[in-house]
């Protein structure tokens, strides 16, 4: 097992659990964050999460406790402030970076407004982000830990019973000649 971060313990509330898998929502349009991010953090407590719609980032932080947020303006700040005000709606204990690459007048302090805990304006470089990150996960699971329980995704369906023994029967998994009732 390994032995946890010393800045992730607190004498006054114990170990953080190396089982607990916060989510961490990239809400972004290219994929360039996640890129850049998962290999600085691999190891960490985090459940990933992308997202490109609303409709995606409401699914992804709908009962979550404490939820970390990564939203990347890009070249359109209104339906990002839009996004986020909506995010923040979903999930009010939510943690939430704004990244604004165009650093447009007037978006940081709307953010923050809006419910963002921390905005970036102009160059972040990946590094400095996943540093950020890093800082806030321990934050985030003490959160949780004391707010209460996040509901898990959706179960993943589970797999026909016929379908394990597709391979020594010779079939393909999936494709089941045995009538479903």
């Known amino acids: 097992m390994i032995a946890p971060d010393p800045a992730e313990l607190n004498p006054a509330e114990g170990t953080i659990s190396l089982l607990a898998n916060l989510p961490l929502v990239i809400h972004e349009r290219l994929g360039y964050w996640a890129r850049h991010l998962r290999p600085r953090l691999l190891g960490r407590p985090v459940r990933w999460v992308q997202s490109r719609s609303a409709d995606d980032l409401e699914s992804a932080l709908a009962g979550a ?4 947020v990564v939203l990347d303006l890009g070249r359109r700040p209104r339906v990002g ?33 809006l419910g963002a805990t921390h905005v970036i304006s102009g160059v972040a470089p990946p590094p400095a982000v996943a540093g950020l990150l890093a800082r806030w996960l321990p934050l985030a699971l003490r959160r949780t830990g004391r707010d209460g329980w996040s509901s898990s995704l959706r179960p993943e369906p589970e797999p026909e019973p016929w379908n394990w023994l597709a391979p020594y029967l010779g079939e393909r998994p999936g494709v089941s000649r045995i009538p479903r009732p």
């Open 65 to 68: 406790a404490c939820p970390i």
């Open 81 to 113: 402030l839009e996004e986020l005000d909506r995010a923040v709606e979903v999930a009010p204990g939510a943690m939430v970076l704004v990244l604004d690459p165009e650093s447009g007048e007037g978006v940081a302090t709307l953010a923050r407004e």
